[in-house]
């Protein structure tokens, strides 16, 4: 993409040098493009956990696939909180729907663990797009489950306590490295700033209810680790039938 810095602090496009963004965390909900199209003309690029790898605001020309890691994809909150909109995981994409509307992006993506992405010519993107109709209805049908998909979380938290909400995105993330046949997804890796911001809640208060779901043995870990030991009550606690005091 064109303009290109990566330097923290500065308005930054998708990549460095030669390549000038929601709570969810749901790959399907996303636009998936065969990996023999992605395999053409790919600029390799690693990142390591907390750089920017994207610029909201930005005008760019290429889309981008992660090969392996998490990237979190944020905005600001009016009381200038960040709010992770997304966790995009392996093989998700990056500035697919701006490239194809020619559109600003509109979140911010960092590494939320150290990745690797490729990057591709928005063009090919285009053209895909332009000349095989079954990948426009698989455009348009991803983009429609991912609006269903934000509207359906933003009702459930707006009637949520934190506790359940907290349930919900380690069952998600759970998911995500469950992804991964290294992972049996029982042990998720997040920040405790990034686990409050994607909820979002304070930090203060998301220690507290993993403080009282460690003990009851439903959790364990820490510094940075969360291991899933009672999946059944952390379901039940996420669905609200059942809470730890």
Do not use: W
Not at 123 to 130: I, S
Not at 228 to 239: P, Y
Request: glycine share 8%; hydrophobic share 40%; aromatic share 4%.
């Amino acid at each position: 993409m064109d303009g290109i810095t990566h330097a923290s602090g500065r308005r930054v496009g998708i990549g460095n040098t030669t390549i000038s963004a929601n709570g969810g965390i749901h790959l399907n909900s996303r636009i998936v493009v065969d990996d023999e199209f992605l395999s053409c003309r790919s600029s390799v690029r690693r990142f390591r956990r907390g750089e920017v790898i994207a610029g909201a605001g930005v005008l760019v020309d290429m889309f981008a696939r992660v090969h392996s890691g998490l990237v979190n994809a944020s905005t600001m909150l009016p009381d200038g909180r960040e709010f992770i909109v997304e966790i995009i995981p392996k093989s998700g994409l990056i500035g697919e729907l701006e490239v194809l509307r020619r559109q600003t992006l509109s979140l911010e993506y960092r590494a939320a663990a150290n990745c690797e992405l490729h990057f591709f010519e928005g063009r090919l993107l285009r053209d895909m797009y332009a000349s095989d109709p079954c990948f426009r209805e698989k455009v348009f049908s991803r983009a429609l489950a991912r609006i269903s998909e934000l509207e359906h979380r933003i009702i459930s938290n707006a009637a949520s306590t934190l506790q359940s909400r907290l349930a919900s995105t380690l069952l998600r993330l759970s998911a995500v490295y469950g992804k991964d046949a290294a992972n049996s997804g029982d042990e998720v890796i997040i920040s405790q700033n990034d686990l409050a911001a994607t909820l979002p809640a304070s930090r203060e208060k998301v220690n507290q209810c993993l403080r009282r779901l460690r003990e009851c043995k439903i959790i364990d870990g820490g510094q940075g680790k969360i291991r899933i030991l009672n999946r059944k009550a952390l379901e039940a606690c996420a669905n609200g039938a059942f809470s730890v005091k």
